[in-house]
């Protein structure tokens, strides 16, 4: 197995794997992302997301996706895993082991103050995966999202509301 940071040139591989990615998670109905935008968000004039790919041989198996966040009481910036996917043939094998890691990898090299992801919590598996490496659940914290049209409709908000 190998894991590389993402290129250009794979682009069209991971809008297929996001695609994948987003039907595992019965999400499909919420993807809009275009080569044209992932392309800008990864390799832009001013990156906001990295890619990492894994294959085995000249199998694509699968990728993860992260990027910088911040911690105000550490003070140190940490990485966001958005993404972590690994093709169904090629589960059981060590990729998402490796791909995590890999990620990892790159959070203690840059002196990260952590690393931190979400998962679905009916994705039992991920949960076990993720927990028999060492990490744990947040339970304190809930997660919050302004969707596109929330976003729009807070700027008509008054800010003494």
Same mark, same amino acid.
């Given at each position: 197995m @190998?894991i590389?940071?993402?290129t250009?040139?794979d682009?069209? @591989?991971?809008l297929?794997l996001?695609g994948?990615l987003?039907?595992f !998670?019965r999400l499909?109905?919420?993807?809009?992302? @275009? &080569?044209?935008?992932?392309e !800008?968000?990864?390799?832009?004039p001013?990156?906001?997301v990295?890619a990492?790919v &894994? %294959?085995?041989?000249t199998?694509?198996?699968?990728? &993860?996706? /992260?990027f910088?966040?911040?911690?105000?009481f550490?003070?140190?910036?940490?990485?966001?895993?958005e993404d972590?996917?690994?093709?169904?043939a090629?589960?059981?094998?060590g990729?998402?082991?490796?791909?995590?890691a890999?990620?990892?990898r790159i959070?203690?090299a840059?002196g990260?103050? %952590?690393m931190? =992801?979400?998962?679905l919590? =009916?994705?039992?598996r991920?949960?076990?995966f /993720?927990?028999?490496l060492?990490a744990r659940?947040?339970?304190? =914290?809930t997660?919050?999202?302004l969707? %596109?049209? &929330?976003?729009?409709a807070?700027q008509? @908000?008054?800010?003494d509301?």
């Amino acid at each position: 197995m @190998t894991i590389d940071a993402a290129t250009p040139a794979d682009i069209p @591989t991971l809008l297929t794997l996001i695609g994948e990615l987003a039907e595992f !998670e019965r999400l499909a109905h919420e993807v809009v992302v @275009t &080569a044209a935008g992932l392309e !800008e968000a990864l390799f832009g004039p001013r990156p906001v997301v990295e890619a990492a790919v &894994a %294959r085995v041989g000249t199998d694509v198996a699968g990728f &993860a996706l /992260y990027f910088r966040s911040f911690s105000t009481f550490v003070g140190r910036e940490g990485l966001f895993l958005e993404d972590l996917y690994v093709r169904p043939a090629f589960r059981g094998q060590g990729v998402g082991r490796g791909l995590l890691a890999h990620v990892a990898r790159i959070a203690a090299a840059r002196g990260c103050g %952590r690393m931190e =992801w979400s998962v679905l919590n =009916w994705n039992r598996r991920a949960v076990g995966f /993720y927990e028999a490496l060492g990490a744990r659940p947040v339970n304190e =914290w809930t997660t919050y999202r302004l969707d %596109r049209a &929330a976003l729009e409709a807070i700027q008509h @908000t008054p800010s003494d509301a």
